[in-house]
């Protein structure tokens, strides 16, 4: 099993619509949890980060985290065109005297207008 | 504050030679991560450093090393390159690298092309 799992996609959602990004994990240790949204060429830019079980907002964005399932979410309310990209869900893994980011594999979402 | 820079951003060997990529961090973050991004393998770790000491280091071979400077900039090197070395290189900071709720910032990667 992978420490972090992403479905890979491509999620196509309409204009305006919802979308919802969803990752699981394998650590149950796990504390934290970030969300990066990464444009095609481009370097990941983060959107969200949650560390409390429940939900998390931030304008269009919302983080959900159920830690005793272990499994942690991104919703993209209103979707915009710009907001196609793909996303990766980063959780910190304690290795030694310090935290490495352990990313999944991304979820590609395309908004189609 | 000025974010994450990395020079150089496109860079084509051969090879079987050698490259040396370089990170300044954001004013005052002193941890310095370096991730390997391929789109087989996706985001990889490959070391931290923080005070000049590589604390972390992920599942590459020896050929990949890496250094920080007293000013917290940051050079990695690899030796010896391989075609499956063609990666996007990003080098990511943060404050001290060890708070579970530290959050690592990227630059904009260096992107590697071995022929």
């Known amino acids: 099993q992978k420490e972090v799992e992403q479905n890979s996609g491509p999620l196509s959602v309409p204009e305006g619509a919802i979308a919802s990004l969803n990752c699981t994990y394998s650590d149950r240790g796990s504390q934290s949890f970030f969300w990066y949204r990464q444009y095609s060429g481009k370097s990941p830019e983060l959107i969200m980060s949650?560390?409390?079980?429940g939900d998390k907002e931030d304008g269009r964005f919302t983080a959900q985290l159920n830690k005793a399932s272990q499994y942690v979410s991104l919703l993209i309310r209103d979707s915009q065109p710009s907001d196609s990209a793909t996303y990766l869900c980063a959780v910190p893994t304690w290795g030694g005297a310090t935290n490495k980011l352990i990313f999944g594999t991304g979820t590609l979402l395309a908004v189609q207008p | 504050k000025a974010g994450v820079t990395q020079t150089p951003r496109y860079l084509i060997k051969t090879r079987g030679q050698q490259v040396t990529l370089s990170c300044s961090p954001i004013s005052g973050h002193r941890s310095v991560s370096w991730y390997q991004q391929t789109p087989g393998q996706g985001l990889q770790f490959l070391f931290e450093?923080?005070?000049?000491?590589?604390?972390n280091k992920g599942n590459f071979p020896g050929r990949f090393s890496g250094r920080q400077f007293s000013n917290s900039r940051s050079e990695m090197n690899v030796s010896t390159l391989e075609l499956g070395d063609s990666a996007l290189y990003l080098c990511?900071?943060?404050?001290?690298?060890?708070?579970?709720?530290?959050?690592?910032?990227f630059g904009p990667g260096t992107r590697l092309l071995v022929l």
């Open positions: 949650i560390y409390s079980n």
């Open positions: 990511a900071s943060s404050s001290t690298g060890t708070g579970f709720q530290e959050t690592q910032y």
């Open positions: 450093y923080f005070s000049e000491t590589q604390r």
